[in-house]
């Protein structure tokens, strides 16, 4: 019996070693790896920079008090802020501190300009923001808060995709409303530019913040946040995940406006941004920065697409939908996802279920075409057998 609390229905495997698009199990199987940690290795397993990077901080300096200025963090943060509609990074070891640290600055924000009734944040049906007890009330999905009451106040939730009630919902209370720019574990939902920018206005309109998390989606779809298509700029935006590489890294880019509250001793992490996740965090900006690769990333998701878009052409009653954009994809089956992933597993290919029925597909950024077909070629096979 295994000593580690049952929170997760593990899969009866392991891994021994990593590389690229690649695992392998103890037996010497070799799966084709698209849950990458759940979109976390975005760059695939045992990046060649990556451990170069890590190795390189280990010998130097693996961690010291946020007391003390972490030369790799200000880095990090510079690079971040310069590329981005951000003036300041906050830095968390996970997306669900990312996103706290994005409600207290939002709260924090009306406090200190006189307004401290505005402190309720407007969420959506159907969302995830993390564990911590903020986040899933923020969310209030009844699967993750059962048992986890008293609820946490100051989230009012309307339906996804209904602007009208959105208006509706915004009262003196209101302090930002909060969104994922692409609803991962909701089912690879992309939010339409045309609907971000719809929730900009509102917000401008009110005087309200937007949050827009995007823990799953940035870096992926080809742009360097999912939301820059839209032509907006948010006010907060959490990131983690992918931005590591793998390494616990996690942070909450903010605007040098909403950022006034923040003072010195109004948040904190001993172990936010320390020198080893900060290398490796600017290890992966190293490869997202260079020239052509965010371009790479559209073209290879444009050819994923095309791919699943012929099988679920070929086989329209197995394969609902395919979402996403770029290389964060969804495939809404129309038979059980979850038999649908365990029959992948049988050949060897490794998804994630979502909510609506979808399959989670996140290759690596660094991901070839030919890895592409195999997904794709392996994906067919299911489809044909569930015929
Ligand atoms: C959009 C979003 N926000 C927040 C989180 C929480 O991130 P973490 O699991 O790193 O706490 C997740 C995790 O899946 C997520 O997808």
């Known amino acids: 019996m295994s000593s580690i609390l049952g929170t997760y229905a593990r ?22 790896d698209f849950v990458q940690g759940i979109a976390t290795n975005i760059l695939g397993h045992c990046h060649e920079h990556l451990i170069e990077a890590i190795q390189k901080q280990s010998k130097k300096l693996w961690h010291i008090s946020n007391a003390f200025i972490i030369p790799e963090q200000e880095r990090l943060a510079k690079r971040l802020t310069d590329n981005t509609f951000a003036d300041f990074a906050c830095f968390q070891n996970s ?27 407007i969420t959506f049906k159907g969302a995830f923001h993390g564990r911590t007890l903020a986040a899933l009330f923020a969310a209030n999905n009844p699967k993750h808060t059962e048992g986890f009451g008293p609820k946490v106040d100051g989230f009012d939730q309307v339906p996804f995709a209904d602007h009208e009630a959105v208006k509706k919902a915004i009262n003196k209370n209101t302090a930002a409303i909060m969104i994922e720019t692409i609803m991962g574990e909701g089912g690879i939902k992309v939010v339409p530019d045309f609907c971000i920018k719809g929730l900009r206005d509102i917000c401008d309109e009110h005087g309200i913040l937007l949050i827009l998390d995007e823990v799953q989606c940035a870096y992926r779809t080809g742009n360097f946040f999912a939301f820059e298509k839209s032509g907006i700029a948010p006010d907060i935006v959490p990131i983690a995940k992918g931005i590591g590489g793998g390494f616990p890294l996690g942070a909450c880019l903010v605007t040098k406006k909403v950022s006034v509250g923040m003072t010195p001793g ?110 794709i070629g392996k994906i067919e096979k299911v489809c044909e057998e569930l015929s």
């Open 11 to 32: 899969k009866n495997i392991s891994f021994t070693k990593g590389k690229g698009s690649y695992l392998y199990a103890e037996n010497g199987d070799k799966y084709l």
């Open 266 to 375: 109004t948040h904190g992490s001993t172990f936010g941004g320390n020198p080893l996740a900060c290398a490796v965090g600017n290890a992966v900006l190293d490869i997202i920065f260079k020239e052509g690769f965010l371009e790479d990333v559209k073209k290879k998701g444009k050819y994923f697409d095309e791919g699943l878009n012929k099988i679920k052409n070929k086989y329209p009653k197995i394969i609902g939908e395919i979402r996403g954009i770029g290389l964060i994809k969804g495939l809404k089956v129309l038979v059980d996802n979850v038999e649908f992933i365990k029959k992948l597993m049988n050949h060897k290919m490794l998804t994630v279920k979502a909510e609506e029925n979808v399959i989670r597909l996140f290759p690596p950024l660094i991901v070839q075409e030919k890895e592409l077909d195999e997904a």
């Open 95 to 121: 997306g669900t501190e990312a996103t706290e640290a994005s409600i207290k600055i939002a709260r924090k924000y009306f406090h200190k300009i006189g307004k401290p009734e505005k402190n309720r944040i």
